[in-house]
Structures are given as C-alpha cells and as structure tokens.
C-alpha cells in the first residue's frame, strides 16, 4: 500500500514510517496540517494515518479538507485523547478508525488493511487479467499457476496496472502512485520497472499483456483488447 503519514513529533513518524516500509509499504512523511491537508488532496494513497493534534493545522481540518476534495482514501487518526466527544469529532469529519498513543505498531498494521479492504468488502479481492493473477493479501503473483518473484516496486505497480485493467495509465500518474511525490520525474524509473514486469510475467513466451501507448503511457489487458488499442 502507499501511506500517507501526517504526524508532527519525529519519533512517532520515524517509527511508524519505518514499521510500515518493513511490511513493503511506500509512506510519505508530512509534519505539519498544511503539508498533510495538501498531499492528502493531491495525490493518490490507499490510506492516511492521522495525527489528531498537529501544527499550522490540526487533524480534524486535514481530515474535513480531504473529504471535501472528493477523496474516500481510509483515514486512521492517531490521538493521545480517548475523550469520546474528540472520537467523535474525528468520525463527524470522516475518519475510518481512531487509535490513542501509545499503540502497538502491529496494530496499527492489522487496522489499515482493514480500512484498505473496506470499498471492496462485497467484491473479490483477487485481481486477474487472462492468465495472471495477483492476491494483495498473500503478496503473491501467478501466471498458469507459476510464481513469479517481484520486488516491492513491481508488485506495488502492478496491483496499481490490474486495478485499472484496460485504462492507459499516464507516466505521471504512475509516478504519482506508486512512487513517493519527492521522485525524480525525469528519470527512466517507470519504463525500467515496466521491462522488469514484462520480462517476468512474459516467461516461457507468454502472451504480453501490458502495452506502451506512444505519448499517453502504460495499459495492462487481455491480448485481444490490446490489439485493438
């Protein structure tokens, strides 16, 4: 998952951060309610852990102004209140869940994937395109049954191609989803990662399934429709 993670003292966001990058997380760091309320609005993440108290702005602002942009990105406020009325507050404003400090860094982990799966509770939570499957859940790919290894990178920017499985994905916006908002935009980054994917899911002459749309980007697919891209 990439992680937006707005907290303003450095040992708590050093310490989430890193406990979240161990578990092949992409995180993003913001130490102020200015910063967090802009990448909260700005980029895509599939979810945001919330400090409640926070400078410039505090998190029940950050929170209001994400959901009023039109993001529906899991929210997880981190407080040192357990005030019901402060609980409250939170949830008025659109929070998914709501945990007081200190709190385990597992728990932490157990919580965001379930507001990850929240949208998708009714539906399959495998993704497929022919004959190549990804579970988020197990982080595991197959492609007729065979496994295939991937770095954290390739798995997180194939799950992102599968989600959207027949939509050209601009370079930018990959860039913008599966790598941190800091990147290099001009570096080759996106089309090493792509020729690593192909390589790999392409093993033993499979049929490719991800295809370069010249000056509009990547789209993943059956055959059939690519070629008719």
């Known amino acids: 998952m990439k992680i937006l993670v707005v907290e303003d003292d450095r040992d708590t966001a050093e310490m989430v951060r890193n406990g979240l990058v161990s578990g092949d997380n992409t995180v993003e760091v913001a130490s102020d309610g200015n910063s967090g309320s802009f990448l909260g609005r700005s980029y895509e993440y599939d979810a945001i852990v919330l400090d409640y108290s926070l400078p410039k702005k ?17 929210i997880i406020f981190l407080s040192v209140s357990d005030d019901q009325q402060t609980k409250i507050a939170a949830f008025k404003e659109g929070a998914d869940d709501y945990m007081t400090k200190p709190f385990f860094m597992n728990e932490l982990e157990e919580r965001l994937k379930a507001v990850a799966r929240r949208p998708v509770l009714c539906g399959n939570t495998l993704l497929s395109v022919d004959d190549l499957t990804l579970d988020a859940e197990r982080h595991l790919v197959t492609r007729s049954g065979r496994s295939i290894h991937m770095t954290h990178k390739e798995f997180s920017l194939l799950e992102y191609l ?68």
């Open 162 to 229: 599968m989600k959207n499985i027949g939509i050209i994905l601009s370079r930018a916006l990959l860039m913008e989803h599966v790598w941190t908002a800091d990147s290099n935009m001009f570096s080759n980054t996106v089309e090493a990662h792509i020729r690593n994917l192909r390589k790999k899911i392409n093993g033993g002459n499979k049929a490719n399934l991800i295809a370069n749309i010249p000056g509009r980007g990547y789209v993943i697919d059956v055959p059939e429709n690519l070629k008719r891209i």
């Open 58 to 74: 505090n998190g029940l602002m950050v929170c209001k102004e994400v959901r009023a942009s039109g993001k529906s990105t899991p």
